[in-house]
């Protein structure tokens, strides 16, 4: 039976260009390949959960202009939920200036608008679309909206005792008091290394990192690797999810396919581990084609590669 997957975070119209060079120098420097789509964290996660056949409800803020349909066109064609994304006045649909190098690399500018204009209104919607979710819910959510809507959604959820999973994007947002109503923390090396305070250089800090983060009192803490594996700890212990290794053509989705799929897994009782083999999964495949939600595969094609990656998953220590 289908579940339904709360996703509640940036919405953005993402205007992405392939470079022949990484960006960074004085220069003005030529673009191929202008692709104008629909992005954002939440908005991906939610694409993810209707691709995967569940009941896809997206929070979250959009502005009253063109940019909006850029942002929702794909995602209703998906079958995404769109009732509770709201019309901020007086703040323009989000954007995001996405320049990819030919290494995938992708350099990203984001003005944020409409995701941190936020009013009362549109606050109490997020709490009821909370209340009225069925049981078999689970809340996947980022920090690109105000600190104060994710407290709120995070209280909700937890005062329902739904899963909860929490994408620490901007790190600096981040409300450790939170953590403890938390199901799971999922960010990425730079993002875990500024929640932390200290570099994470390579597989056995992210180790560490991973079980730092649960220490921060979420059941389970993943740090996912540049290379579309990822560290797990939890219950059971940590664990190292191996990357297929597929070469990055963008690497623009692979945070949110990792995020999206793995609270999909989540919210279909799969455990810890197995979610994150299924993030993983999706994250690798999501590098291998341009754009965001454009790249994202569905169930078939994540569970072959699920199947290809399982021996190769490592338990570190308890
Ligand atoms: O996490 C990737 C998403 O965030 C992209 O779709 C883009 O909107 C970026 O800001």
């Known amino acids: 039976m289908p579940r339904t997957l709360l996703s509640l975070g940036s919405i953005n119209a993402d205007f992405q260009v392939r470079l022949s060079q990484a960006p960074g120098s004085q220069?003005?420097?030529?673009a191929e390949g202008l692709q104008r789509l629909s992005g954002g964290k939440a908005a991906n996660t939610a694409y993810l959960g209707a691709l995967f056949g569940h009941r896809s409800l997206l929070l979250g803020r959009v502005g009253a202009d063109d940019l909006a349909d850029q942002a929702l066109g794909p995602l209703r064609k998906a079958g995404v939920l769109l009732d509770e994304v709201t019309h901020a006045t007086g703040a323009g649909t989000a954007v995001s200036m996405i320049a990819v190098p030919a290494n995938g690399k992708k350099q990203i500018i984001l003005a944020n608008e409409a995701n941190d204009a936020w009013d009362e209104m549109a606050a109490q919607r997020v709490l009821s679309a909370i209340a009225q979710a069925p049981s078999q819910s689970l809340l996947v959510l980022d920090y690109e909206v105000p600190a104060h809507i994710v407290r709120l959604a995070v209280t909700a959820a937890h005062a329902r005792t739904l899963p909860i999973v929490v994408d620490p994007s901007f790190p600096e947002r981040l409300e450790r008091g939170l953590m403890p109503q938390v199901t799971a923390l999922t960010p990425n090396m730079e993002e875990a290394a500024a929640l932390l305070g200290h570099a994470i250089l390579n597989e056995a800090d992210a180790a560490s990192a991973a079980e730092a983060l649960k220490g921060l009192g979420a059941q389970i803490g993943v740090v996912?690797?540049?290379d579309g594996g990822c560290l797990v700890a939890c219950a059971e212990g940590v664990y190292t999810v191996p990357s297929s290794g597929r070469p990055a053509v963008d690497a623009t989705g692979a945070g949110d396919a990792f995020t999206g799929t793995f609270a999909i897994a989540l919210l279909e009782g799969q455990p810890a581990?197995?979610?994150a083999l299924w993030g993983s999964?999706?994250?690798n495949l999501a590098v291998t084609a341009f754009g965001?939600?454009?790249?994202?595969?569905?169930?078939e094609a994540v569970m072959g590669l699920v199947q290809t990656l399982r021996p190769r998953i490592r338990r570190l220590h308890d």
């Open 27 to 30: 220069e003005t420097l030529l």
């Open 224 to 226: 996912k690797m540049p």
């Open 273 to 275: 581990v197995e979610a």
């Open 281 to 283: 999964a999706a994250a």
């Open 292 to 299: 965001s939600q454009p790249a994202y595969q569905g169930r």
